[in-house]
């Protein structure tokens, strides 16, 4: 909630009439209308509704706060696989001129041209969490407007911390012993997960191996099926399993609990949904990594919104991390983490 406070106190600086980038003031356009999609990877996800929770109340804020008109249109495939139907819907949008396009891709090579010819049109186009490059390293940065993530690298090297302590926590030794590494899909992005905590374990509990990563397509029956295999295959040499997305957690969450593996396994992962909570909560899963999705989605609305107003991009970085937390069943009662893992809209 603390930035969403801070976007408000901007919101109201901008209200009354000026906002501030590279130093120079320029004055605000009050009573524009403006059409604006997002373009979801997946409007079934329970992640990038969250996501779009934290849009709709920067729409809402910018109206109250900055006298504008949001037409807002969510649109994209259902599931995150369908790489290629995404990259259709975002054909239609572009086709359709709205003033911006806040979007996340799974597929980043074709996602390219399109942001370029999106951006070439005039659109205002924003990524959030998954876009054209790994973070900030700029890789097509002339192609989009700004991006909102949350460092890969990070969300593995929390996932591996989390691992190791629990470990500790459950006295299971990590002086021998297999990790199943799970994951959706390859991506170059999305890689960083893995090895990210890869080099972690390897570093700081150098005795461990780890399995090849095991990939479901972002299928949670085929990850559930991944996970019963590493399961079997390892035995008691396994001491636990990564995974790396909401939709493989949910799979090997219902591997792991069928397998009955109880204090004597560690399961850490990625994200949060109704699945991965209840696992938490049943002591099936010992901990997950929970992105700000509300925070990206919000200040990746009101970037475009204010860009739009402005005719130039406020931030003064075009590449903003919003920092993961490690949730636990010691903390996951908190009202800050209820929040961000259940945003809610605030009229």
């Known amino acids: 909630m603390k930035k969403k406070v801070v976007g408000i106190m901007l919101s109201a600086v901008l209200a009354a009439g000026l906002f501030v980038t ?14 604006i999609v997002y373009l979801s990877p997946s409007t079934a996800s329970n992640f990038w509704t969250q996501v779009e929770t934290g849009m709709k109340q920067a729409i809402i804020d910018a109206e109250k706060d900055l006298g504008v008109k949001i037409n807002y249109t969510l649109t994209g495939p259902a599931e995150e696989q369908q790489t290629e139907e995404y990259i259709t819907y975002f054909e239609n949008t572009i086709a359709l001129m709205p003033d911006a396009i806040c979007t996340a891709t799974l597929s980043i ?15 205002v186009l924003n990524f959030v969490n998954c876009g054209i490059g790994t973070g900030n390293d700029g ?37 021998s012993g297999t990790i199943g ?9 999305l890689d960083h997960r893995i090895q990210a905590f890869r080099d972690y374990i390897a570093k700081n509990a150098p005795k461990l191996e780890m399995t090849e990563t095991y990939y479901n397509g972002n ?80 200040d990746c609305m009101m970037n475009a919104i204010l860009t739009l107003q402005a005719g130039e991009n406020p931030e003064e970085q075009q590449q903003v991390n919003c920092p993961p937390t490690i949730v636990t069943p010691d903390n996951i009662d908190s009202e800050e983490i209820q929040f961000m893992m259940n945003p809610t809209v605030a009229e």
């Open 219 to 298: 299928n949670t029956e085929k990850a559930q099926s991944n996970a019963e295999n590493i399961i079997a295959s390892y035995g008691d040499k396994l001491i636990g399993m990564y995974s790396g997305n909401n939709i493989t957690c949910d799979g090997v969450c219902q591997a792991v609990a069928g397998a009955n593996l109880g204090d004597s396994f560690v399961s850490v992962g990625v994200d949060s949904d109704d699945i991965e909570i209840k696992a938490l909560y049943d002591g099936v899963l010992d901990a997950i990594i929970v992105q700000d999705a509300f925070t990206q989605g919000y």
């Open 181 to 189: 590494i799970n994951m959706n899909v390859e991506n170059e992005a």
């Open 109 to 123: 090579d074709p996602t390219v041209p399109k942001a370029k010819e999106a951006t070439q049109a005039g659109i």
């Open 139 to 175: 890789a097509n940065a002339e192609c989009y407007n700004e991006f909102y993530y949350c460092s890969n690298d990070t969300i593995g090297e929390m996932a591996a911390q989390a691992f190791l302590a629990a470990c500790e926590a459950k006295g299971i030794s990590t002086e």
């Open 22 to 35: 590279a130093g120079t003031p320029v004055a605000a356009a009050e009573g524009e209308e403006y059409d």
